[in-house]
Structures are given as structure tokens and as C-alpha cells.
DNA sequence: ACATATTCCTGGGGGC
DNA sequence: TGCCCCCAGGAATATG
């Protein structure tokens, strides 16, 4: 699942290969609720040269020389992929950008992800909802965000984007087992040094996991369809039965929020 | 004001 | 081979 260490890797190759180079072309093959493109879309959209690509949360922030901005969210299963120009479109293509010749393809097979065309402020406005980034907070003012409110699930706090911006299914559970607290307890069971703990190793698990390019457990490839490297070093995510590698206990799955959720018994209190 | 459940969507895997 | 059912999940929306 795409969260920031996937979603930075894609636009780290997105603003290295597209920033300053103009769109020539938008071929819609497949819209949907979440991309519904149009006529207006590709009027905003062609012709702009693309002055950078940005992420707020897990959003791709295209910005455009117009003021207009493409904010793209893969959601599970959506992809940008830099393909040859006698590609030929899958079922799950949604659109092609031509970019100064190179085509970039918007794919998305369980169509949950966006592409959308927005101002500056209604940007602005969107993006302004998230919480803080991990990677540029210190763990110190992240913990405080772990405070309130007290009868929420630790779990349910992490997978909240207003709470912390980033973080999804796997990265939570990782962080939980990094800091030795089970991911069902209540915020208000957390000691000080929980918390920061917890945030620290939230900061630590994200950054390990971007410099290995993310974790393909299912679906995610990067610009070049390659998958991440992290996946082999999850400590309790889809390792379900499988034993700890600090402890060897097997590792519990539960459903917490609707979500699969994994820990170990023993090395998480 | 909070927590929890449902919804969207499709491919893949298990069971038979 | 194929059919049915369930599961994966981010985040908006609905319900309790």
C-alpha cells in the first residue's frame, strides 16, 4: 500500500523527470467517481509546464506554471508510470500525459486513487487539513500529537492523517512493534516516554523504509514498475504466524478499525 | 464530540 | 476449469 516512503519515492522520480517540462498532451481512457476528468481538466492541464512536483501527506502536489495544481493520491492501487511512446493501454489505464514526449501513464485497478485539477487556495485548503510530517517534526513535538483524544485506539490515532500525516496499515503496525506497545491500547494507557518512543519510532521505520524505496506487499511499483525493497525487513506486517524476529513468538493478527492488524505478543505490552 | 461501521472497487486466492 | 465467497484497504460518509 503506497504511504510516504512510496508515495516520496514516486515523486521524487516524478519531479527529477517532469519538473520544468511542459504537457503536451492529456489522453483520457477511463474515468470514474474519484477521476472524473473532463473537458475542463485537460483545458487546465495542457500546455503547463510542470515547475514541480511536491507531497503533502501521501498527495502528489503537481505544480503547474499556471497556478493550477494536480493533487494525486494512489490510494491502493493507483501507479504513474513512465512507459515507451508505442506503449500500448492496459484495462486499468485511466489517462496518458504526453511530456515533452515521454508518456506517463495514470493507472489505477481498484480506481479508489485521484487525479484532480485544483486552484492555488482550494490547495491550499486541502492540504492545509493534514497533520504534521513525520520526517520533518521532531519526535518530541510528534508525541504531543499522541495526547489526545484519550479513549481513542493507538492504532486508530496513527491511521488518522489529521493526527500525523502518512502514516497507513503498515507503517503503524511496524512502529508499534518497533516502540513494544500493542496497537489496541487506549492513548490515555501511554506513559510520556511511550509516546515518544512510539514517535521516534515511527520517524525511524519511515525513513529505513524510504531508503529502501518503500514496501511492495501487493500492488506498489515505483515510476519504473520496480518494486520497494523494505518488504523483507517488516518485523510483524503480513508476517502473520510467522515468528518474531526479536523473540521468536508467533506474530497475532487481529482486526482493529475494520484494519489487519499484526503484533507480537510477547515484545509488545 | 466522540467511536465505530459502511462504502467505494477489483483481482487474487481458497474451497469445492 | 470455473464458480462462489471472502479479503485487501485510504479515507469519506453514515450511523450509533
Excluded at 55 to 73: F, N, T
Aim: charged fraction near 30%; proline fraction near 3%; include cysteine.
Amino acid at each position: 500500500m503506497p504511504e510516504l516512503p512510496e508515495v516520496e519515492t514516486v515523486r521524487c522520480q516524478l519531479h527529477d523527470r517532469l519538473a520544468g517540462r511542459v504537457i503536451r498532451g492529456v489522453q483520457i481512457l477511463r474515468t470514474g467517481r474519484e477521476f472524473p476528468a473532463g473537458e475542463e481538466f485537460v483545458a487546465r492541464v495542457a500546455g503547463r509546464r510542470i515547475a514541480a512536483v511536491e507531497r503533502r501527506a501521501k498527495v502528489l502536489v503537481w505544480r503547474l506554471d499556471s497556478g493550477d495544481v494536480l493533487l494525486g493520491h494512489l490510494k491502493m492501487t493507483g501507479k504513474f508510470l513512465f512507459v515507451a511512446s508505442e506503449y500500448l493501454p492496459t484495462k486499468h489505464d485511466c489517462l496518458i500525459f504526453d511530456i515533452d514526449g515521454q508518456s506517463v501513464v495514470w493507472s489505477d485497478v481498484r480506481r479508489f486513487g485521484y487525479l484532480r485539477v485544483h486552484d492555488t487556495d482550494e490547495t491550499a485548503h486541502i492540504l492545509s487539513l493534514y497533520g504534521p510530517e513525520p520526517l520533518e517534526t521532531s519526535a518530541k513535538d510528534l508525541a504531543e500529537r499522541l495526547l489526545t483524544p484519550q479513549t481513542r485506539k493507538i492504532k486508530a490515532a496513527l491511521l488518522d492523517q489529521t493526527t500525523i500525516a502518512g502514516i497507513g496499515n503498515i507503517y503503524a503496525d511496524e512502529a508499534c512493534h518497533r516502540a513494544g506497545i500493542r496497537p489496541m491500547r487506549r492513548l490515555s494507557t501511554l506513559t510520556a516516554a511511550d509516546r515518544l518512543r512510539l514517535a521516534e519510532e515511527i520517524r525511524i521505520v519511515l525513513a529505513e523504509s524510504l531508503a529502501q524505496k518503500g514496501t511492495s506487499s501487493n500492488d506498489y511499483v515505483d515510476t519504473d514498475g520496480e518494486r520497494g525493497g523494505f518488504l523483507s525487513l517488516l518485523r510483524v506486517y503480513g508476517r502473520t504466524n510467522e515468528p518474531c524476529r526479536t523473540c521468536q513468538t508467533s506474530i497475532t493478527k487481529i482486526v482493529l478499525g475494520g484494519r489487519g492488524t499484526h503484533y507480537c505478543s510477547k515484545c509488545q505490552k
